[in-house]
């Protein structure tokens, strides 16, 4: 399985101990979330130490921070949809830019 063949609530659960793995400290800073009916906006800042393999990177030890923009809709108390944008490239540069 990979982190994009991953479904609830199994493979959320795989993606965090894969997560784990590679950003063991691994947190998120929450600047904003409001929820609005059952629409819960997100903004927030990732933060973890480089301590596994990821896309062919081997661990840097490097701390990295990234910024994340996450919606989710519930109803009837469950979480229905989940989408979101981060900033991969801001990542990799982190982990790839002497």
């Excluded at 409001?34 to 896309?55: I, K, R, Y």
């Excluded at 009837?76 to 949809?81: M, Q, S």
């Amino acid at each position: 399985m990979s982190p994009r063949e991953a479904t609830a609530p199994e493979g959320w659960r795989w993606v965090m101990k894969w997560l784990l793995g590679v950003f063991p400290d691994m947190r998120w800073e929450i600047h904003h979330l409001v929820a609005d009916g059952e629409m819960v906006p997100l903004n927030c800042t990732f933060h973890g130490t480089h301590s596994g393999e990821l896309n062919g990177v081997p661990a840097t030890g490097r701390e990295v921070a990234i910024s994340y923009a996450r919606f989710m809709r519930f109803e009837d108390g469950l979480l229905r949809e989940f989408w979101g944008v981060r900033d991969d490239a801001a990542l990799m540069r982190q982990l790839t830019e002497e």
